[in-house]
């Protein structure tokens, strides 16, 4: 069964470096997604990409971070300067043409650690 | 979006049916409802979406009412592996998911 990727499954960084979080979402998807959970905390929605541009994005999503779909198959976001509340786990979604509301495939994650 | 209401915790046995119900009297037409399930460390994954009447599928089953204001999800005959938190959405296409803190499932042996 095809599934979402993510890379690397845990980051550590220094506040104040970039970080990029790696995603292949499954690969006849064509909505991405970039959402983060905070240890104890609800799952956050951060921003949404279709046809190379922002759909939509949350208030967390200010100018620090960035997302980019680099070739045809990855799809990341950048940190820009970390601090240290953006310890989460970061997961990547996508949704496919045969797409049914509400209905993303979520990856196992990446846990950046910011110190 | 409409919000969602959901019990914070359940407990069962295995081989039990469980039911969690879900408010959201806020539903707008054109939303459809939801449900995740997330283990510790996993991204949430889809479990079954309807619009109203009942949908079943080989996990569970989802019933809704003709006011849609509320949901319920079914899980037959639960295992050790269903304990995990279970999250009922309210979602309008491809828009991004608004997750609640949903519901604890503990099945206990």
């Known amino acids: 069964e095809p599934e979402v990727t993510q890379t690397p499954s845990h980051q550590v960084t220094q506040m104040g470096q970039e970080v990029i979080l790696r995603c292949v979402p499954i690969s006849n998807h064509l909505y991405f997604y970039w959402y983060r959970q905070i240890l104890g905390q609800k799952v956050e929605f951060l921003v949404s990409f279709y046809n190379n541009e922002i759909s939509e994005k949350s208030e967390i999503f200010d100018d620090q971070f960035s997302v980019e779909r680099p070739d045809g198959s990855n799809f990341t976001l950048k940190i820009r300067s970390t601090k240290l509340e953006d310890s989460a786990m970061y997961f990547c979604a996508s949704s496919g043409l045969t797409y049914r509301s509400g209905e993303q495939y979520f990856g196992p994650g990446t846990r950046l650690t910011v110190t | 979006l409409a919000k969602t209401t959901q019990p914070i915790s359940m407990d069962s046995y295995e081989g039990q049916e469980v039911n969690i119900t879900c408010s959201h009297n806020n539903i707008a037409t054109n939303d459809y409802i939801t449900w995740y399930q997330q283990f510790p460390s996993q991204g949430p994954r889809f479990i079954i979406q309807?619009?109203?009447t009942k949908v079943t599928n080989e996990v569970a089953s989802l019933f809704i009412p003709a006011d849609r204001k509320s949901s319920t999800l079914s899980l037959p005959r639960v295992s050790l592996s269903d304990t995990a938190v279970y999250y009922c959405?309210?979602?309008?296409?491809?828009?991004?998911?608004?997750f609640g803190s949903g519901t604890r499932l503990q099945v206990q042996p």
């Open positions: 959405l309210v979602a309008t296409g491809r828009r991004a998911l608004t």
């Open positions: 309807g619009y109203k």
